[in-house]
Nanobody, 130 residues
């Protein structure tokens, strides 16, 4: 059973940075898609980033939503391969929301919709004040 746990949320002023972590367990495939979503109060869930994880050279790739491109970076811990990070820089008040990590088999072209997600984390709150 796949399980995910986010950590690292909190409050920050606009322009600041924050790093979220996602610990993944129970994934049995060497390749999978690790996703980050967020949801602001009263708004629909939004796909933020999709990281296709592959142990093969050149096999991994990452996509970002236009709203975070150039400011957010997804990475994998070099020492703990089951841990992933979402580094968020130049934060804006509109980045406020609950952030979730999730997994699915393939990222696909519709990764931002959240379709075919196999497991979700419990979420961590990020608040950016102006």
């Amino acid at each position: 059973q796949v399980q995910l746990a986010e950590s690292g949320g909190g409050s920050v002023q606009a322009g600041g940075s924050m790093r979220l972590s996602c610990a993944v367990s129970g994934v049995t495939s060497a390749t999978f898609c690790l996703l980050w979503f967020r949801q602001a109060p009263g708004k629909e869930r939004e796909g933020v980033a999709a990281f296709y994880v592959s142990p093969y050279p050149g096999g991994s790739h990452i996509n970002y939503a236009d709203s975070v491109k150039g400011r957010f970076t997804v990475s994998q811990d070099d020492n703990a391969k089951n841990t992933f990070f979402l580094q968020m820089n130049s934060l804006k008040p509109e980045d406020t929301g609950t952030y979730y990590c999730a997994t699915k088999i393939m990222c696909g072209l519709t990764w931002r919709t959240g379709s075919y997600v196999k497991a979700w984390g419990q979420g961590t709150q990020v608040t950016v004040s102006s």
